[in-house]
């Protein structure tokens, strides 16, 4: 992504990419990450949100913040796509 840490004055004018409520009132509030998986991992992830009736974006979420619990540390991974 060309604009990270660059002002928007720095990115040619062009408007920060933004969804979800809470996102579209600050979007410099929240980071993205970006990670590869297997393709049956993928699958495996996509039923996943499928059968409980969800998104592979909360599915991360909430696997963040079982990994932060597990190592003692605040769950405060939030999903920016709800309020």
Known sequence: MPWIGLSRRETDGRKLKTTGPTARGNPEAFKQILTRVGVEGWRAL??????????????????????LKKYG????VE???RD
């Open 46 to 67: 996509r039923m996943l949100a499928v059968e409980r009736d969800t998104t592979i974006n909360a599915l991360a979420i909430e696997a963040f913040n079982d990994l």
């Open 73 to 76: 540390k605040r769950q405060s």
């Open 79 to 81: 999903n920016p796509l």
